[in-house]
């Protein structure tokens, strides 16, 4: 539980407010680098609340730059992006990617007015297939960009699978991400028999938290008894501000984001990648959802057609509040937990059902929620350290500390967990930490 000062602390994100400085000191991931083109028309987004024009100049530099004209307040959506800059429609007033107000045509030559105007234009930069937005105080000399290892393989090592807007606040969307115990209901078959294709199963639903602090933020892994004495692990970082790297396999470790819009809106990725393999599926969000009920899919399921005049047009849901999420019964019946038709809405649905800012004043948390309760503690310890003494937030500074890796197997009885995985969790080995395998379960029916 969360007294009301502290749930605002943690929700609310707006410049000025101790979150929203916080988030202003990392990278923020903002879209697919082919959504906007060099010279191509500007793109509505919406990122901690404040509203921005993601574009390209003619050299393809990305930029997110501040949607209102300085002069009247007319939208420079409408405007023209040419020659090296945005130009206003209403009286032709240019603008470069740094926020210089470049031309002024409507004013006199003699003027120098257009020198002394300059706007809200943030830095802007490609990695890893997103245009990532720095939006902290120091422009001149933004840190490095996090250095995920998704970002330096290959393109074929790496599938950006998920991507929707959730109804809901940032941090009900992270602590879903970082609540293990919930696998097992959630988005569980009914029928341990039947194809994993209907959702995960494990006989034991509680398990055994190991957390251990880090410079990033949080690595922990939740240990299940086998019956031979060995141990079933699966592991977790929480990177801050917005992490959440959950349980990987030899298939591929996956990401989850959760870029804060504003208080109420949060912009969900999803991607995959392998250190050394090429990853299967399609390389961007499928909107596919499976013919049969029961049947789960690892996008998120088919989105609105462009929203015109709002913010992210084109990444609105089509399956939501209004719809059950697709909730299918005979499904709920026969098949698994929800009958929701992918792990993702099934998430949505939930995450979205506690309200657009989930009061924690009223919830009442038990042992298993030991690693919501952690990581809340350093978000909002690192908050209070930022706005009391200026202390650079968590791996804030150290992009390096960003390549990281999850991983579910199986540890030997009395064989430490971190010493048996973290070679792979380091990333100081490409092998997969394979273990025993105590009932020789192939890992995809878990
Ligand atoms: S409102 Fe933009 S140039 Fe006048
Ligand atoms: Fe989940």
Redesign the pocket.
């Known amino acids: 539980m969360l007294t009301r000062e502290e749930n605002e602390l943690l929700s609310r994100v707006g410049a000025g407010t101790p979150m929203g400085e916080l988030m202003r000191r990392y990278w923020i991931p903002v879209n697919y680098t082919w959504e906007a083109e060099p010279d191509g028309q500007p793109i509505r987004v919406r990122i901690l609340g404040e509203d921005l024009l993601a574009w390209r100049d003619t050299n393809g530099t990305p930029a997110f730059t501040q949607e209102r004209?300085p002069?009247?307040?007319?939208g420079?959506y409408f405007g023209r992006n040419e020659e090296h800059g945005l130009r206003?429609a209403?009286?032709?007033?240019k603008f470069d990617v740094d926020g210089n107000c470049i031309e002024m045509p409507?004013e006199p030559t003699s003027s120098n007015f257009k020198n002394k105007l300059k706007i809200t234009s943030y830095k802007g930069t490609d990695f890893g297939g997103i245009t990532w937005a720095y939006m902290g105080p120091d422009q001149e000399n933004p840190p490095g960009v996090p250095q995920f290892e998704w970002g330096l393989v290959p393109e074929e090592q790496r599938r950006h699978n998920r991507r929707f807007i959730y109804q809901c606040n940032w941090m009900q969307g992270l602590e879903g991400e970082l609540d293990s115990t919930h696998l097992f209901f959630l988005h569980s078959r009914l029928h341990p028999e039947d194809d994993p294709k209907y959702g995960s199963y494990h006989p034991e639903h509680s398990a055994t938290f190991h957390m251990q602090k880090t410079d990033y933020g949080l690595l922990y892994g939740a240990a299940r008894p086998e019956s031979d004495g060995s141990s079933y692990w699966r592991t977790t970082h929480f990177l801050f501000p917005f992490y959440g790297m959950f349980p990987g396999s030899d298939n591929g470790v996956p990401l989850s984001i959760y870029v804060p819009i504003d208080d109420e809106y949060t912009m969900h990725f999803g991607l995959q990648w392998h250190p050394t393999k090429a990853v299967k599926g399609s390389k961007w969000p499928s909107q596919d959802l499976a013919d049969e009920p029961g049947v789960l899919v690892d996008g998120s399921g088919p989105l609105k057609p462009e929203q015109k005049g709002t913010f992210f047009p084109n990444w609105w849901s089509a399956v939501g509040p209004e719809t059950d999420f697709h909730m299918n019964l005979e499904a709920k019946k026969t098949r698994n937990f929800t009958g929701i038709p992918a792990i993702r809405l099934q998430d949505a649905a939930l995450e979205w059902s506690m309200g657009p800012i989930m009061d924690r004043t009223k919830e009442h948390l038990g042992t298993a929620d030991a690693v919501i309760i952690r990581a809340r503690r350093q978000i909002l310890a690192a908050a209070r350290a930022l706005e009391e003494d200026g202390t650079p937030p968590p791996g804030s500074e150290n992009p390096e500390l960003y390549k990281v890796r999850s991983c579910t197997s199986f540890v030997a009885p009395g064989e430490d967990w971190q010493e048996a995985l973290g070679d792979w969790h380091y990333a100081r080995t490409t092998e997969y930490p394979v273990g025993p395998d105590s009932q020789g379960v192939p890992r995809g029916n878990r």
């Open positions: 004209c002069h009247r307040g007319a420079l206003c209403y009286h032709g007033w409507n």
